[in-house]
């Protein structure tokens, strides 16, 4: 890769990474407190990307990861694009929000400014695997915008649950270490931006509690 490509604004972004943590999660993955922290790094990571109004950024639509970058591009004059694993209120409900929280309302905000698409062929009853569909959905969607797109992972670094996390998103995208087009930003407190590294665990995957 060129260091002119790696320096010019991105076509494409796609976004992956964990959802900020229920209040009773036995083992803090994402806490609300590190919200201002990872905010922090996403923006200087568009900025140095110089994300624009030319970049689209793709995105699942879950609180944490997904929101806190698609309303940082939308400070930026980026296009949004959520892909929405369910239906809208199921994927609410589901992935997004948080009794006495503001994170309903934040997804109510970015989708009323971006293009809303919706999984073909699920419900809400749909199996857990549907979000594996998605990461699957999402690449494509990104890749049709640019065959070599950026991608912002924001992730522990451990392995998750089952098929369609984070590290398997990292392979459909054939990214590797070191890579200019990829910032992993650990969400875990006392952390920072990390490269990616072949071989990682598997995390939790996108829209999953």
Known sequence: ???????????????????????????????????????????????????????????GGARGADLIVAEEARARGAHVVLCLALPREDFVRRSVDIPGTDWAERFDRVAAAAEVRVLDGVDGGAPDDVFARANAWMVEVARRLDPHPHAVVVWDGRRGDGPGGTADMVALLGLGAPDPRVRVIDPTPGHREAPVTRGAGRPPTPGRR
Do not use: K
């Open 1 to 59: 890769m060129s260091h002119a490509r790696a320096m010019s604004a991105p076509r494409a972004v796609l976004v992956t990474g964990h959802m900020v943590d229920l209040p009773d999660r036995a083992s803090p993955r994402f806490p609300q407190d590190q919200v201002p922290r990872v905010t922090a790094e996403v923006r200087d990571v568009l900025r140095a990307w110089q994300v624009g109004p030319g970049s689209t950024v793709v995105c």
